[in-house]
Nanobody, 123 residues
């Protein structure tokens, strides 16, 4: 199982980024996928979830209306479109494969993680 994130970078407040997570080594279309983020001094936070079919999504309250998660099962890739970025969105962003039933935002329900991509929002 392998997941590789990309698309992070430095952006000004109000800007946009699109993160990608390319997965391999498993049947991608069978698993829900989530983007988490981890900022220094803070707990790891579930940001956005998409179910295996791409129909059901979930978002942290802090990103609702600004972020959008999607997936392309033909390309084995999950995306996170981030608009209206704020200073507090600065973090390392990880994609993760959901491995068990339970709340999507709980890290202990995930058994595989990518290496992360850094997002820095700064003026």
């Amino acid at each position: 199982v392998r997941m590789v994130e990309s698309g992070g970078g430095l952006v000004q407040p109000g800007g946009s980024l699109r993160l990608s997570c390319a997965a391999s080594g498993f049947t991608f279309s069978s698993y829900g996928m989530t983007w988490f983020r981890h900022a220094p001094g803070k707990e790891r936070e579930g940001v956005a979830y998409v179910n295996s079919g791409g129909v059901i999504t979930g978002y942290a309250d802090s990103v609702k209306g600004r972020f959008a998660i999607s997936r392309d099962n033909a390309k084995n890739t999950v995306y996170l479109q981030m608009n209206g970025l704020q200073l507090e969105d600065t973090a390392m962003y990880y994609c993760a494969r959901k491995g068990s039933a339970g709340y999507w935002y709980r890290p202990d329900n995930y058994n595989y993680w990518g290496q992360g991509t850094q997002v820095t929002v700064s003026s």
